[in-house]
């Protein structure tokens, strides 16, 4: 089955759920201007097409613990990188993300570490599956973005 996009009110119900997901969904239909049966209709559509993933707890990593905040790129030599790289994700949970990337390298990680010497450890860990750049992530980074409905050009 072909995943619908979303549409005008589609979008104004992602919105509202990036920003609070944890609002009852009768009030949210009411801000809304629809019904409360639409709205729980709209949502578990989107929930099974797979458009919205999940609903969680954002963390500020900082305030839990982890000083040091990095941005790993890994430049995987073997031809067996989603091995390599689960291997090593397998035994970092401080790696908190992961992204296949174009370019200079094969993988981008997000990592959280509780201080400068345990990142230094974290990364000889890492060095093993590929060759490592590194940027520590300055204290005043951007939190997460809303997604938005796509323009049509960059002028919209």
Known sequence: ??????DATDWRILDE??????????????KLGIGEAEFESRVKRME?????????????????GYGISAMISVSVEDKAQDQIINDALA????????????GAS???LEAHAPSLEFLE??????????????????????KRRTILPPRESMTD
Not at 1 to 6: F, G
Not at 17 to 30: I, M, P, S, T
Not at 121 to 142: D, F, H, W
Request: net charge negative; proline share 5%.
């Open 121 to 142: 450890e974290l990364l000889n860990e890492l060095a093993k599956y590929g060759r490592l750049t590194t940027s520590i992530v300055l204290p005043r980074y951007a």
């Open 91 to 102: 035994g970092n949970p401080e790696v908190t993300a992961c992204w296949s990337v174009t």
């Open 48 to 64: 099974t097409d797979g458009i919205i993933t999940g609903y969680r707890a954002d963390i500020d990593p900082r305030k839990a």
């Open 17 to 30: 759920l990036q920003h609070n997901a944890r609002v009852h969904f009768g009030e949210l239909a009411d």
């Open 1 to 6: 089955m072909e995943t619908k996009l979303p």
């Open 106 to 108: 094969d993988f981008l």
